[in-house]
């Protein structure tokens, strides 16, 4: 299921040295108080800094704490803070810290702890710069920001970079070393980019998990990770997988499926320096062209909904009126096509221009969402439609997120929205937004980075609402980017598992403490 696997695991060891082979330490994978989880992304714990990593997202949750949680519906929770206080000009937050936690190296967590990792925290990676941070007694933090922003308390919870590490987490230089936190889970072993072991923290102050130990494979392969839940190698899928497998896990009495709603959609990122797509008319033409139904019925197999503007209707501020998307109509796109001076002069049925066919470069990758490579061979199709030459190119994954991230080699590239507490301000931001000196990722236009700016400061709802409606219509009335589909959110798994419980936010997954496995 996962290749070749190397002959050596890197333990949890004090010393950090070399331990069991990997036959080892997959023997007990089925034992009765174990499971074995699929992922598809990054699996490096030695790289899993709580501040800036590209390793998976779980085990982020699993093993770091945020002082504040996101909890179900977007409800700000306590963590390991129990309670906090924001001065009247919304600058200055006082958190008053739990007085029952240790890491899982035995260490106690107190105010000395969140000022230790606050120095690792890069500033400026808040909405709004943060200037201070100070321990008023041992379980007492104030944290003092620049201007009064509202998603303070949201980006608390994020994942990543504002978690809370163990200061042994870093050598004398800064340099990170080693995953230690407060939450329920603590790395017990590893082979780097194939396997992580998991083990219950001994000191964990909340309730304790039945599981004694969770296995996470990576398998980057939606086929493969359909086979191995058949098989029972695997008991549980936090990665996608592909819609013809759909068939498989409902006729199988020992798989079920949880289902969830998503806030997270798919969509084409469109690259501006591109200067066919500097042409709104093109970027129109790209909107009309897709019959976004088909997409969620064949591809998805049912298992979404059509997308109408770059973020679902289950996220905040988002409404039919300021996401009103582009129905499917090829004629239209063709006219918008011919009135920008593109037509088939040589009868071969892609348009051109001054001899120049419109050819546009899709680049995509499978390994995390199985279903892109379907996706984009329809989107090929539907552009030869109405006279648009798509060329896919499918790279590996580190390969994807280098044009995206680094160097931008593509025209169009399939990409996926944030999620859950990221949803809109931290995702938006991410896209569209240009700092002074920098370049922003997906589009840029001055009046939108305007907007992004004057909406975090906004306190009043209404008023942030009316921020967000010019924001979200924007986008929409530009079309800066071309909306395709917003998937559910599912997790299979053997029903040898009990009382799987989706968690509030998708970076999570499960409910771990809650799963007990029947006997």
């Known amino acids: 299921m996962s290749g070749c696997i190397s002959n050596q695991v890197l333990n949890d060891t ?16 089925n034992q009765s108080d174990s499971i074995t989880i699929m992922i598809s992304g990054t699996m490096n714990p030695e790289d899993a800094s709580p501040i800036e990593s590209s390793t998976e997202m779980c085990l982020y949750e699993m093993v770091y704490e945020p002082l504040v949680k996101y909890g179900n519906g977007g409800v700000i929770e306590p963590g390991l803070a129990e309670r906090w206080e ?6 200055q937050y006082t958190f008053y810290l739990r007085e029952d936690v240790k890491f899982s190296d035995g260490t106690i967590f107190n105010a000395d702890s969140v000022v230790s990792s606050a120095k690792h ?11 201070n941070v100070e321990k008023l007694d041992d379980y007492t933090v104030r944290m003092t920001f620049k201007e009064n922003c509202y998603p303070v308390l949201i980006e608390l919870t994020y994942p990543r970079p504002f978690r809370i590490a163990s200061e042994n987490s870093f050598d004398t230089n800064g340099n990170f070393v080693k995953m230690i936190g407060t939450g329920e889970w603590m790395v017990k072993s590893y082979i780097p980019e194939e396997e992580v072991v998991m083990a219950p923290n001994p000191y964990y102050y909340g309730t304790k ?17 359909i086979m191995a839940l058949q098989s029972g190698e695997a ?3 936090l990665a996608d997988l592909p819609s013809e497998g759909k068939s498989i896990i409902e006729s199988s009495k020992d798989l079920a499926v949880k289902n969830a709603e998503g806030t997270m959609g798919f969509f084409l990122m469109l690259n501006q320096e591109n200067k066919i797509l500097q042409d709104k008319n093109v970027r129109l033409a790209l909107n009309y062209a897709i019959d976004k139904d088909s997409i969620v019925d064949y591809i998805l197999g049912g298992d979404g909904v059509v997308a109408k503007g770059i973020l679902p209707d289950t996220v905040p501020y988002v409404t039919d009126e300021n996401s009103e998307g582009y129905s499917y109509n090829p004629e239209k796109a063709k006219e918008l096509l011919a009135e920008s001076g593109y037509t088939d002069t040589d009868g071969d ?20 969402y199985s279903s892109w490579k379907p996706m984009c061979e329809y989107l090929q199709a539907a552009g030869k439609e109405v006279g648009i030459d798509i060329r896919l190119e499918q790279r590996d994954t580190s390969a994807y997120y280098d044009a995206i991230w680094k160097n931008r080699n593509f025209d169009m590239i399939i990409y996926r929205t944030y999620e859950d507490s990221w949803n809109p301000h931290g995702f938006l931001r991410s896209m569209f937004y240009q700092a002074e000196g920098g370049m922003s990722v997906c589009w840029y236009d001055p009046q939108l980075n305007k907007y992004l700016d004057e909406v975090i400061k906004t306190q009043d709802e209404s008023t942030r609402q009316a921020k967000y409606d010019q924001i979200f219509r924007l986008i929409n009335d530009g079309a800066l980017i071309v909306p395709l589909c917003n998937p559910d959110k599912q997790y299979a798994y053997n029903t040898r598992l009990q009382n799987v419980t989706v968690a509030p936010t998708t970076y999570e997954g499960i409910e771990w403490q809650t799963i007990t496995i029947a006997k």
């Open 86 to 91: 924001i001065n009247d000009n919304g600058t």
């Open 209 to 225: 998990p039945s599981i004694k130990k969770i296995t996470i494979r990576k398998v980057t392969d939606g086929g493969s990770r």
């Open 121 to 131: 925290w890069e500033p400026t990676k808040f909405s709004t710069p943060l200037t």
């Open 349 to 368: 049925g892609i348009v051109d221009k001054n001899g120049v066919p419109l050819s546009l470069k899709l680049v995509f990758q499978s390994e995390e």
């Open 235 to 237: 008991d549980l899928s």
């Open 14 to 29: 004090p010393n950090g040295t070399s331990g069991s082979s990997a036959a080892t330490a997959m023997d007990d994978s």
